[in-house]
Structure formats: C-alpha cells, structure tokens
C-alpha cells in the first residue's frame, strides 16, 4: 500500500491532560510505525506536547490531525493542531524564547519550532490558532536556523 | 482507540526513603495533574523527615517537555529551600538531545548518568542500604 499524501489516519480531541498523553502516545505509535530513529521520534512527539498543551491552555482545547505524508519516496508525519481560541497577537514574539504568558518557561512554541522540520503558524484574532508541523523519517537537509 | 504499550500513570508517584535520601522513579508518561501532585509530595516529605537529598530516576521516561522541565526545576528550587539537594539521574540520551533543542537545559539541575551515581553525588550513606558482604572488611 502507497501512502498517500493526504489522508488524515486519525483526529483527536485536545481538551484535558488525559488528551495530551493520548496525543503523544498517538504520535509516538505513528512516528515508530513509520520508521522514525529514536531521537526523531522523541522530538515530534515532544514538539506534539508543546503545541498540544498550548492548544489547551491559551486556545481553550483543540484538536490534533494526524496524517501521513510521503514525498519523493520519504515518508513523513504531518500533525495539524487547531485551536478556536482568542488567537495570537504578536506571533514574532510568542515565537522567541523566554516569551511566555501564563505557566512554563516560554520554549513552547519557538521550542516545537526547532523540533520538527516543517513548521508554519495561521493565527487569527478571535478566531484561532492553526499550527502545521511536518517530520520526514529521513532528513531532509534543513538549513539550521541562528540560535 | 488501540491499547497503548505504556499505560498513563495517574496517581501518586511513590516516593522512596532510603536513610537520608528520597528516591523516586518515574516511568512511561505522566498526566500533567500526577507531576504537580508529585511534586508537592516530594516538598512534604522533604519538610517533615530530615532529607538532605532527592534522586529522581528518569531512566523510564521517553520524553520531557517543557512542563516536566519546569516540574523538575521547581522541585529542584523547591528542594533547596527545604534544605535537600535534587539529583535528575538516568535521563535517555533522545531526551537530553530534545531538551537542549527545545532550549531546556535545565540549569542549576544537578544530573547523574544513573541512580547509584546519583546517590554518591549525595554523599549518601550507601551502607544504610544493606548488601551482603560489601561493607564488612572496610568498616571498623
């Protein structure tokens, strides 16, 4: 069977702390299945906690799509996190470290940004906040952002 | 929903006393609401008996986060104020490497590569744990 890009294989809810082990469990059942080294395993499933938890603290629950990807023969995981909550206002700075507007030390968001190897962030007030993350199981080479 | 391999710990994490020393091991995933609640374990139990160390065992944990990191200095900082000292011991190597690129690197931890290290770091009294035939020609 192809992978197809594309097809969301499961959607779960984001809305208490028993979610976020089931988030990561998924994530860390879905990284092995698909063949992921251990280290990368544990930062998509650590990238997964953050910007899970941050779906539940700051945008009141959410949800999480988890979908397998696949490109030019390297499979990846692709992880949506959705939120209705008040949205971002300043994404620069809820993107650098140490920035923090409630519990935790700040490396949420900029933090799962260094983990993965796709990122992208849609915020609207009022709205939500979407934050689209991918991981391919062999990388890609990724031009290493400036600390 | 597929049984997971790891069940979720909920619950109290048991907290050991060994002599002078609290030893606790955590393994699998932890819901947020069990590490708060350890934590305030650890500080109660450090307050009411004359502990001078804490040794968290994180060789079965497969991942830390953000919050656990903070859990883990909290207590660590926590410890202090209660006169005992915090050792992280037997953190996976994918862990530490996620940590330091989520820009966790826990400063002012104390760290051992496993519970025995650990526990010498401490200067704990390794005799309070008997074992046979270890430290018998060496004490008076």
């Known amino acids: ?147 | 929903m597929t049984g997971a391999a790891t069940s979720p710990f909920e619950g109290h994490v048991p907290v050991l006393r060994l002599g002078g020393v609290l030893l606790v091991t955590l393994q699998g995933d932890l819901y947020d609401s069990t590490a708060e609640q350890l934590q305030q374990d650890i500080g109660e139990t450090a307050a009411d008996s004359a502990v001078t160390g804490v040794v968290i065992d994180l060789s079965g944990v497969e991942i830390v986060d953000s919050f656990m990191g903070r859990v883990l200095s909290d207590v660590a900082a926590m410890t202090r104020l209660l006169a005992a000292q915090t050792v992280v011991a037997g953190m996976r190597p994918a862990v530490a490497i996620t940590l330091v690129e989520l820009g966790l690197t826990l400063p002012g931890l104390r760290t051992a590569l496993n519970t025995e290290e650990a526990l010498r770091l401490l200067g704990a009294e390794v005799a309070a744990l008997p074992r046979a035939g270890r430290a018998r020609g060496e004490s008076p």
């Not at chain 1, 702390?17 to 299945?33: C, E, I, K, N, P």
Request: charged fraction near 20%; charge should be neutral; glycine fraction near 14%.
């Open chain 1, 1 to 147: 069977m192809t992978h197809s890009t594309g097809s969301v294989s499961a959607c779960l809810p984001i809305n208490s702390d028993l979610d976020l082990v089931r988030v990561r469990q998924h994530v860390r059942q879905m990284t092995a299945q698909l063949g992921f080294g251990l280290v990368e395993q544990t930062k998509l499933v650590t990238a997964a906690s953050e910007l899970a938890r941050n779906a539940l603290v700051h945008g009141g629950g959410g949800q999480m799509e988890c979908t397998s990807v696949s490109s030019g023969g390297i499979q990846g995981l692709r992880l949506v996190f959705s939120d209705q909550g008040p949205g971002i206002v300043d994404l620069d700075q809820a993107l650098s470290d140490g920035y923090t507007s409630g519990e935790g030390l700040g490396m949420g968001l900029g933090g799962a940004r260094r983990l993965v190897h796709e990122f992208s962030i849609d915020s609207r007030r009022g709205i939500g906040t979407t934050v689209t993350v991918t991981s391919w199981n062999s990388r890609p080479p990724r031009p290493r952002e400036a600390p």
